[in-house]
């Protein structure tokens, strides 16, 4: 074991997360919760969430221990917020989609994949949720529930709209275009934004037309740059200075 992964497993990487931080005046205007949380997604999304201890977000947050264990039990329960946060701001990518392609579910689903790929490539660190389920290996977790719970809920809501779109075996494509998006995820951690994972718009469009879905006008390529304010955990946002999907969904 190496003393970097030494340092993580007692979570003790990160500890100085206070000079990478901005805006440090507005951000203590926010309450101490407020401010907990949201150090604690930007800290867990950098450097996962066993690398961070929970002195470290005390400190990037302005307050101590104290103050941190007013408002959470445990640091699982922080983590449980933070998954919970990651799930509510992937849903919002739903909303988006249907303002991009109103009343044109084909449309909507080029468009999440769309969607999806500019997001991993704009983030080397992937999927939130994926990166904890790896993290959280106590059996009976209560994160893993808020994680499979999500997952669940994107693969249904995404068959149904493969259903819409009239794709000929909405279920299969729904899980075919789910494969592609968390294989994308990993190979874009693995070997970076030139490898596999730059081809999961034309492979996922190649996929969606295959199921008999045709192409649509309002859903063609989406412009590069850092992705839109909400993150999915098929692609947490990178994070701001001073920083949180994933749909960091």
Known sequence: MTKESS????GEVAQEP???????????????RDRIVACAQDLFHRHGIRGVGVEAIAEAAGTNKM?????????????????NRKGRMADELWAEIEALSPGDPAGQ??????????????D??????????????????????????????????LAKLCEAAHASQPGLLADAIVLLIEGAQV?????????????????????????GVAPSVTAGPRAAGPPSRSRSALAARPPR???PTSARS
Do not use: M, W
């Open 109 to 122: 689903l080029h468009g999440f994949v769309h969607e999806a790929a500019r997001r991993i490539a704009c």
């Open 67 to 83: 103050t941190l264990y007013r408002h959470f039990d445990s640091k699982d329960d922080l983590i449980l917020e933070y998954l």
């Open 124 to 157: 080397e660190r992937g999927c939130d949720l994926a990166n904890a389920t790896v993290e959280l290996t106590e059996a009976g977790h209560p994160g893993l529930k808020v994680i499979e719970d999500f997952k669940v809920r994107q693969r249904d809501r």
């Open 241 to 243: 200075a001073g920083g």
């Open 7 to 10: 340092k993580r497993e007692r």
């Open 18 to 32: 206070a000079r990478e931080r901005q805006e440090p005046a507005r951000e203590r205007q926010e309450p101490p």
């Open 187 to 211: 190979s874009r951690q693995s070997v970076g934004a030139e490898g596999p994972s730059a081809s999961l718009v034309s492979a996922g469009e190649a996929v969606i037309v295959a199921f």
